[in-house]
């Protein structure tokens, strides 16, 4: 089925530890988006890519790092995880700017 | 700057009623809205959407009004089912990215 799909969809990590989640599409969409979602905040925009090989700074960027190598691929790495980055990640993609977002269903993180 | 916000985080509807979901915007050169519907454990779903140049789009049991005067939107949702039980977001575009409102929570009363 198309669509976006996240890996892992839950981890616990040390502080301190890093890791990588991935995202992935199928639609051959240019745009794409990690957001983190924390109760009572809605959701936040850390990073996004207007295409591969381009990536830019969303509200919340502090703590992560992200690459698009690949058009279908949107990676969000974070080097030494802290309580704060605690969160639901979502990646969403779309073909045009701001136009319809298809959002993948989600990774629970939880940092101790 | 641009903001996107929730009059109600919570709202509760008896079933069978009309829900209105409300949301103000603070940017006046934003020209794109979506609602969006998210259900427990899942990710964000498309609903609606309308551009700056119309102030009504009706769907299927949804309709979107847009007040640019008062940089106001709302969702209504007719003949709430308990299936509408969800958070509903409000968001509008800015240059290459959609901002989101915080979202409200509609419960459904049998």
């Known amino acids: 089925n198309a669509g976006v799909t996240q890996t892992p969809k839950f981890r616990v990590l040390k502080t301190g530890q890093s890791m990588t989640l991935l995202c992935a599409q199928d639609?051959?969409?240019?745009?794409m988006y990690w957001y983190r979602q924390d109760p009572g905040m809605g959701l936040r925009l850390i990073h996004y890519?207007?295409?591969?090989?381009?990536?830019a700074k969303g509200e919340v960027p502090d703590g992560y790092n992200v690459s698009r190598l690949k058009k279908q691929n949107f990676l969000l790495g974070l080097e030494s995880a802290a309580p704060s980055q605690t969160s639901v990640y979502f990646c969403?993609?779309?073909?045009?700017?701001?136009?319809?977002?298809?959002f993948g269903s989600g990774t629970r993180l939880t940092v101790v | 700057g641009e903001s996107v916000g929730l009059h109600l985080p919570t709202l509760s509807v008896q079933e069978g009623d009309n829900s209105i979901i409300n949301c103000a915007y603070s940017?006046?050169?934003?020209?794109?809205f979506i609602w969006y519907k998210q259900e427990s454990g899942k990710g964000p779903q498309f609903i609606i959407d309308?551009?700056?140049?119309?102030d009504k789009r009706q769907g299927q049991r949804v309709t979107v009004l847009l007040n640019k005067t008062v940089k106001h939107l709302s969702l209504q949702i007719a003949a709430t089912q308990p299936g509408d039980s969800a958070v509903y977001f409000c968001?509008?575009?800015?240059?290459?990215?959609?901002?989101f409102g915080k979202g409200t929570r509609l419960h459904i009363l049998p």
């Open positions: 969403a993609s779309s073909y045009l700017s701001g136009g319809g977002y298809t």
């Open positions: 639609m051959n969409h240019e745009y």
């Open positions: 890519s207007v295409g591969e090989g381009t990536t």
């Open positions: 940017n006046s050169a934003s020209d794109y």
């Open positions: 309308i551009r700056s140049n119309m």
């Open positions: 968001a509008e575009k800015g240059d290459d990215k959609i901002i």
